[in-house]
């Protein structure tokens, strides 16, 4: 790679005048007021006056200096190489491989850059997306499928624009929900838990579950469905067998909302059953 990169800006540099061919001697200096022998190949380049020397060593180090023209060399084709060489373009690879594994995921966010850019990679790299978001931050586990391979983890800033639901006034365990206390307000979601409501009609009609304050960012855990049943309540046992639908009258044992099983005692057998509550005071026995 060294001497990919060196061989035409070296060409390019003697031309350009900022040093010397190597004309004669191991130095590659010609000597003063001597002219080189003949050949048959092209005519050398001149060396450079000093005039043209210092000129160059203040482009270089922003002041007067002489540098021997093997030093300017150097320095230029480090300049060289670290421009043209691979692994930046490698790294890079790295970093998008990241990006689109995050986009896959989660197609709102808006991917930043990481604080330090992943190594360099001569085959491909897999990216593995994570499990949740902390902190508006993604932490991937990057591979390198190369000899020698490489394992690392990178962190990337990650934001979600999006919309939650926002309780406007504290509420009380069991009060019911209207669209006057719910409002609507842009979040990052990135910086937030999952399963945030955002729209007023998941919320309208359900019960709070616990004592809420305001300001709550609303989640379904937080809430329930209106009870169909309270405890003590006198309910009606139905149960169906061989095509029959058999009645009896029940006391509830616990809330319960519809759709959710419940605990009733049989008010003549005193035999505990269990069923699904149905509106009007009715519960499902199982057969």
């Known amino acids: 790679m060294r001497v990919c990169c060196a061989s035409r800006p070296v060409l390019a540099i003697q031309r350009a005048g900022f040093i010397g061919a190597p004309i004669n001697g ?41 540098l021997p023209p093997r030093t300017a060399m150097r320095l230029l084709l480090t300049l060289c190489c670290s421009l043209l060489v691979a692994p930046p373009l490698w790294a890079a690879d790295a970093l998008a491989a990241a990006r689109a594994v995050l986009s896959e995921r989660w197609p709102d966010a808006q991917i ?9 990679c001569a085959g ?23 000899s020698p391979g490489w394992t690392r983890f990178l962190s990337l800033p990650v934001q979600r624009p999006g919309e939650v639901l926002v309780l406007r006034r504290a509420l009380a365990r069991g009060e019911p929900l209207s669209a006057e ?13 999952g399963g945030l409501l955002s729209r007023p009609e998941q919320a309208q009609g359900q019960l ?3 004592a809420l304050a305001a300001g709550s960012l609303l989640s379904q855990d937080m809430l329930m469905a209106p009870l169909a049943i309270r405890r003590g309540d006198s309910v009606t046992l139905i149960g169906i067998a061989a095509g029959l639908e058999v009645r009896a ?15 009733v005692r049989n008010r003549e057998s005193r035999r505990v059953v269990e069923g699904l509550a149905r509106s009007g005071g009715r519960v499902e026995i199982a057969p």
Do not use: F
């Open 26 to 66: 191991r130095n590659g200096r010609g000597a003063p007021g001597r002219r080189p022998a003949p050949s048959s190949g092209p005519a050398p380049v001149p060396a450079p006056t000093q005039t043209r020397r210092r000129a160059l060593a203040r482009g270089l180090h922003g002041g007067p200096a002489d």
């Open 112 to 120: 930043g850059a990481p604080s330090e850019a992943p190594p360099a």
């Open 249 to 263: 009258v029940g006391e509830a044992l616990a809330d319960a909302a519809e759709g959710s099983r419940l605990k």
């Open 181 to 193: 206390l719910l409002s609507i307000e842009p979040r990052d979601l990135a910086r937030l838990p």
């Open 208 to 210: 709070a579950r616990r």
């Open 124 to 146: 491909t790299v897999s990216a593995e997306a994570p499990g949740a978001l902390r902190d508006g931050r993604a932490q991937l586990r990057l591979r390198c499928e190369a």
